[in-house]
């Protein structure tokens, strides 16, 4: 046994214990952890992959921006946790669950050992064309030529993720301003770091948003890091979130899908094709619906963090 088998071997089962303990643990905010741990392992797995893109990603969006709203969650939770710990499901629920997880384990095991071999593939097809697009990085040019409705409902969920929370804000509060909840001293580290890490921040997340044409890297891992850039200067008490009530917010959570889906209907007439490009304008187009995506998601992203609207602003 190669050193690189033995370390898959151990990172898959360290996967499924830390899979099981999320699952079994009774306390939330134990779970929660285990949760934000095993989206970390996974990035790990993506990279054994040689996949740096999806492992950005992931530990980006898997690890960091959804831990912290399960993270967020748990929080809220504290209070009516004691009471759950109590209830524990009787003999036919446990059973029920047990067959249903065996049986679902099942299948997807049948599943996987039935497929053919070699698997029937598009892929050879894919990479002869994707120079079409002038796009050096496969994972972007896949996302926004092959794949370009998927990429624009993945914005659009984003935004109405938002919007669903914004929905769970009181009537007096409607149009005012999220917060977050912090107690940070203003002359504490939290604060002495949110004056130091966010220009570094800024340009790290700009730079891999601007690489994600060529190289790994793009939107939404960008994006993510200049969310939490934002999150950390507003946790340290050094700046506060504006009103949802704002035009230039609104105008800017809806621009980037709005820009993506003019130019994706725009190909009926450009190029024949609904999302599609016309010839030699592939790579213009893609950086222009990159750029546009980016402040929509940013401010999507921390905004789902700080949640919905709790006090008004300031007169």
């Not at 092959?146 to 990429?151: A, E, F, G, H, I």
């Not at 769970?168 to 301003?177: E, K, M, P, Q, S």
């Not at 917010?249 to 599609?276: E, H, K, N, Q």
């Amino acid at each position: 046994m190669t050193l690189a088998l033995a370390v898959d071997i151990g990172l898959a089962m360290l996967i499924l214990a830390m899979a099981g303990w999320t699952i079994a643990v009774r306390d939330t905010f134990a779970s929660v952890i285990g949760f934000v741990t095993y989206g970390l392992l996974l990035t790990l797995v993506w990279v054994r992959l040689a996949m740096p893109d999806v492992a950005l990603t992931e530990a980006a969006m898997g690890g960091g921006l959804t831990g912290a709203l399960l993270i967020g969650g748990a929080a809220r939770l504290r209070r009516t946790e004691a009471a759950v710990r109590t209830e524990r499901p009787g003999m036919l629920t446990r059973t029920l669950a047990a067959v249903l997880s065996a049986t679902v384990t099942a299948a997807l095991a049948i599943c996987v050992l039935n497929l053919p071999d070699p698997a029937p593939t598009l892929a050879p097809d894919a990479a002869a064309k994707l120079g079409s697009t002038g796009v050096g990085n496969p994972v972007t040019a896949v996302l926004l030529a092959y794949r370009s409705m998927d990429t624009l409902l993945e914005a659009i969920v984003v935004l109405l993720a938002l919007f669903g929370v914004w929905s769970l804000a009181h009537d007096r509060f409607w149009g005012g301003c999220p917060q977050l909840r912090t107690h940070a001293d203003s002359e504490g580290i939290l604060a002495y770091f949110a004056r130091i890490l966010p220009p570094i921040g800024i340009i790290v997340g700009v730079y891999i948003f601007w690489i994600g044409a060529d190289f790994p890297g793009g939107k939404f891992q960008g994006a993510t890091i200049l969310a939490a850039m934002w999150l950390l200067v507003i946790g340290a008490g050094l700046a506060y979130f504006p009103p949802i009530s704002q035009a230039w917010l609104r105008i800017l959570l809806v621009a980037g899908p709005l820009v993506f889906m003019v130019i994706g209907f725009a190909g009926i007439v450009t190029a024949g094709a609904v999302f599609a490009y016309p010839i030699g304008f592939a790579k213009p187009l893609i950086l222009a619906i990159e750029i546009a995506l980016m402040p929509t998601l940013v401010l999507a992203l921390a905004l789902l963090v700080a949640g919905a609207p709790q006090r008004m602003p300031p007169q």
